[in-house]
C-alpha cells in the first residue's frame, strides 16, 4: 500500500512505497527535501477525513486543458555545443600549463593536434547531453512520487467524474505537469471522457508507451554517432602522423649526419602524433561509453514504471459502466420483470443470431478463399509435375538413344574385329604351325 502524504511547502499530495518509509526524498514539484513519514505514523493518520492537500483538487467546472506541450526525451542541442566549447577550451588552458606532463603530451603533439581538438570537442559535447539526460531522468523519476490519482475525489473513476480528476492535474505545478507520467495520464482520462472505454484507453496507453520508448531511444543518437566519430578521428590522425612521419624522408641526404639526425627527429614526431591521438580517442570513447549506456538503461526503467503505475493504478479504477447491470423488483411487478427478462432475452438472442450470421458469412468467405487458394496450387503442382515429367522423359529418351550409339559403335568394331580373325584364318589355310619347345635342363643336369 502506498504512503500518501503532503509536501510542507507546496502542499502538493505525493506518494511512496513502503519501502521508502522514512527516508529522505525531494519533491518533484518544488524540489524541497523531505523525510517520508513511518508506517507507523500513517495509520495514526488514518482516522483523519481524507481531503485533498491543494484547495483547486474539487471542483465541477470543466478542466481547462490547454497550454499542454508533449515533454521532450531529447535536449537543447545549442546549449549542450555552448557548454562544449565552453569545457573544451577550459580543459585546453589548463592542460596547457602541464605540457611536460603525460596528459599535455599525448594532447599536444604538434602537427595533427587539431584531431586531438576535435576529439576532446566531441567527448564534451556527448558528455554534456549524457548530463542532461540524467538530469532529465531525475525529474520523471520524482514524478512517480506525486498522487496524481488521489482517492479524496473518488475510489473509481467514472466518465462524468473525470472533470475532477482534470482539474486536479490542471492545477499542479508546471514543473511536474510536463513529466511523461503526468500527461499520460492525462490523456488517458481524457479519451475516457470523451469515449468511455476501458479498452481504447489501454490501446492508447501502450501506444504511447511505445512511442515514448522510441523517443526515448532515438534521443541517444547523437551520443553514438559521436562515440563511433572520437575513434575514427584517432585512427584519422595515426594516418596523418604516418603520412608525416614519411614525409620526413622525402628528398632529404640521408648521408649528411645533421640531415639524417633531423629526419629521425621528424619521424619520431610523427608516430607521436599517430600514436598520441589514437590513444585519446579511445580513452575518451571508453569514459563516455560508461554513463551512456548507464543513463540510457535507467530512462528505460523509468519508463517501465510509468508503464506499471498506469496498469496497476489508472485501469483498474476507470469504470465505463460496461459491467453494470439494472436492479430488477421481482416481488413488486413481477410480471414486468419477466417481460422485460424476455424482451432483453429476446435482444441478446437476436444480437447473437446476427453475430452468428455474421460469423458464418466470414467463414464462408475464408473457405472460399482457401479452396481458391488450394485450387491454385493444385494446378500449379500439376503443371509443375507434368513439366518435370516431361523434362525427365526427354532426358531418359536422351539418354538412351546415346548408350544404344555406343553400344552399335562397340558392335561394329566386335563385328570389324571378328571379320579380321575370320580373314586371318584363311589366310593360313591349312599350314600348320610347329611350336618346338626346347627342353629344359635341370640343376644337376648334363651341359
Same mark, same amino acid.
Given at each position: 500500500?502506498?504512503?500518501?502524504?503532503?509536501?510542507?511547502?507546496?502542499?502538493?499530495?505525493?506518494?511512496?512505497?513502503?519501502?521508502?518509509?522514512?527516508?529522505?526524498?525531494?519533491?518533484?514539484?518544488?524540489?524541497?527535501?523531505?523525510?517520508?513519514?513511518?508506517?507507523?505514523?500513517?495509520?495514526?493518520?488514518?482516522?483523519?477525513?481524507? #481531503?485533498?492537500?491543494?484547495?483547486?483538487?474539487?471542483?465541477?467546472?470543466?478542466?481547462?486543458?490547454?497550454?499542454?506541450?508533449?515533454?521532450?526525451?531529447? &535536449? !537543447?542541442?545549442?546549449?549542450?555545443?555552448?557548454?562544449?566549447? *565552453?569545457?573544451?577550451?577550459?580543459?585546453?588552458?589548463?592542460?596547457?600549463?602541464?605540457?611536460?606532463?603525460?596528459?599535455?603530451?599525448?594532447?599536444?603533439?604538434? #602537427?595533427?593536434?587539431?584531431?586531438?581538438?576535435?576529439?576532446?570537442?566531441?567527448?564534451?559535447?556527448?558528455?554534456?547531453?549524457?548530463?542532461?539526460?540524467?538530469?532529465?531522468?531525475?525529474?520523471?523519476?520524482?514524478?512517480?512520487?506525486?498522487?496524481?490519482?488521489?482517492?479524496?475525489?473518488?475510489?473509481?473513476?467514472?466518465?462524468?467524474?473525470?472533470?475532477?480528476?482534470?482539474?486536479?492535474?490542471?492545477?499542479?505545478?508546471?514543473?511536474?505537469?510536463?513529466?511523461?507520467?503526468?500527461?499520460?495520464?492525462?490523456?488517458?482520462?481524457?479519451?475516457?471522457?470523451?469515449?468511455?472505454? !476501458?479498452?481504447?484507453?489501454?490501446?492508447?496507453?501502450?501506444?504511447?508507451?511505445?512511442?515514448?520508448?522510441?523517443? #526515448?531511444?532515438?534521443?541517444? *543518437?547523437?551520443?553514438?554517432?559521436?562515440?563511433?566519430?572520437?575513434?575514427?578521428?584517432?585512427?584519422?590522425?595515426?594516418? $596523418?602522423?604516418?603520412?608525416?612521419?614519411?614525409?620526413?624522408?622525402?628528398?632529404?641526404?640521408?648521408?649528411?649526419?645533421?640531415?639524417?639526425?633531423?629526419?629521425? #627527429?621528424?619521424? &619520431?614526431?610523427?608516430?607521436?602524433?599517430?600514436?598520441?591521438?589514437?590513444?585519446?580517442?579511445? $580513452? $575518451?570513447?571508453?569514459?563516455?561509453?560508461?554513463?551512456?549506456? *548507464?543513463?540510457?538503461?535507467?530512462?528505460?526503467?523509468?519508463?517501465?514504471?510509468?508503464?506499471?503505475?498506469?496498469?496497476?493504478?489508472?485501469?483498474?479504477?476507470?469504470?465505463?459502466?460496461?459491467?453494470?447491470?439494472?436492479?430488477?423488483?421481482?416481488?413488486? !411487478?413481477?410480471?414486468?420483470?419477466?417481460?422485460?427478462?424476455?424482451?432483453?432475452?429476446?435482444?441478446?438472442?437476436?444480437?447473437?443470431?446476427?453475430?452468428?450470421?455474421?460469423?458464418?458469412?466470414?467463414? &464462408?468467405?475464408?473457405?472460399?478463399?482457401?479452396?481458391?487458394?488450394?485450387?491454385?496450387?493444385?494446378?500449379?503442382?500439376?503443371?509443375?509435375?507434368?513439366?518435370?515429367?516431361?523434362?525427365? !522423359?526427354?532426358?531418359?529418351?536422351?539418354?538412351?538413344?546415346?548408350?544404344?550409339?555406343?553400344?552399335?559403335?562397340?558392335?561394329?568394331?566386335?563385328?570389324?574385329?571378328?571379320?579380321?580373325?575370320?580373314?586371318?584364318?584363311?589366310?593360313?589355310?591349312?599350314?600348320?604351325?610347329?611350336?618346338?619347345?626346347?627342353?629344359?635342363?635341370?640343376?644337376?643336369?648334363?651341359?
Amino acid at each position: 500500500m502506498a504512503l500518501n502524504f503532503s509536501c510542507s511547502r507546496c502542499h502538493t499530495v505525493l506518494n511512496a512505497e513502503p519501502e521508502m518509509s522514512g527516508k529522505v526524498a525531494k519533491c518533484p514539484a518544488c524540489g524541497t527535501k523531505l523525510r517520508v513519514p513511518k508506517v507507523s505514523q500513517m495509520h495514526e493518520q488514518q482516522g483523519a477525513p481524507d #481531503t485533498p492537500a491543494t484547495p483547486q483538487a474539487k471542483g465541477k467546472q470543466k478542466a481547462a486543458t490547454q497550454g499542454w506541450q508533449n515533454p521532450s526525451s531529447g &535536449t !537543447n542541442m545549442w546549449i549542450t555545443l555552448g557548454i562544449a566549447l *565552453a569545457a573544451t577550451v577550459l580543459t585546453l588552458l589548463v592542460l596547457a600549463l602541464f605540457k611536460s606532463s603525460f596528459i599535455g603530451q599525448v594532447v599536444y603533439v604538434g #602537427t595533427g593536434e587539431w584531431v586531438n581538438y576535435a576529439e576532446i570537442f566531441l567527448f564534451f559535447w556527448g558528455l554534456a547531453i549524457v548530463i542532461s539526460k540524467w538530469q532529465q531522468v531525475k525529474r520523471q523519476r520524482s514524478a512517480l512520487m506525486l498522487d496524481v490519482l488521489p482517492t479524496s475525489l473518488g475510489h473509481e473513476i467514472m466518465p462524468e467524474h473525470v472533470d475532477e480528476f482534470l482539474n486536479y492535474i490542471n492545477n499542479m505545478p508546471h514543473r511536474v505537469r510536463e513529466s511523461l507520467m503526468v500527461n499520460r495520464i492525462r490523456k488517458a482520462l481524457e479519451l475516457f471522457q470523451s469515449r468511455r472505454n !476501458n479498452s481504447e484507453v489501454g490501446a492508447m496507453l501502450s501506444t504511447l508507451s511505445d512511442v515514448d520508448a522510441n523517443r #526515448t531511444s532515438s534521443s541517444y *543518437a547523437i551520443v553514438k554517432v559521436f562515440l563511433w566519430a572520437i575513434p575514427i578521428l584517432g585512427f584519422i590522425g595515426t594516418v $596523418l602522423g604516418l603520412s608525416f612521419a614519411m614525409a620526413s624522408f622525402g628528398g632529404a641526404d640521408l648521408s649528411d649526419p645533421a640531415v639524417l639526425k633531423s629526419s629521425v #627527429t621528424s619521424i &619520431t614526431s610523427g608516430l607521436a602524433v599517430a600514436f598520441n591521438t589514437t590513444l585519446l580517442g579511445l $580513452l $575518451l570513447s571508453m569514459v563516455l561509453m560508461f554513463p551512456t549506456s *548507464a543513463v540510457q538503461t535507467s530512462e528505460e526503467d523509468c519508463l517501465t514504471e510509468i508503464d506499471a503505475f498506469c496498469n496497476e493504478h489508472l485501469m483498474p479504477r476507470l469504470n465505463d459502466g460496461g459491467q453494470e447491470t439494472p436492479a430488477f423488483e421481482f416481488s413488486e !411487478n413481477p410480471t414486468g420483470f419477466l417481460e422485460e427478462l424476455a424482451g432483453k432475452l429476446a435482444t441478446q438472442q437476436h444480437k447473437f443470431l446476427e453475430s452468428l450470421t455474421q460469423t458464418s458469412g466470414n467463414l &464462408t468467405s475464408v473457405l472460399q478463399n482457401l479452396d481458391e487458394k488450394a485450387t491454385g496450387q493444385q494446378a500449379a503442382l500439376a503443371e509443375r509435375i507434368g513439366r518435370m515429367t516431361h523434362e525427365t !522423359n526427354e532426358r531418359a529418351r536422351a539418354a538412351v538413344e546415346h548408350s544404344m550409339q555406343m553400344s552399335l559403335k562397340h558392335l561394329s568394331a566386335i563385328e570389324a574385329g571378328i571379320n579380321g580373325i575370320n580373314a586371318a584364318l584363311q589366310n593360313l589355310g591349312e599350314k600348320q604351325i610347329v611350336v618346338q619347345r626346347e627342353k629344359k635342363r635341370g640343376i644337376f643336369g648334363r651341359g
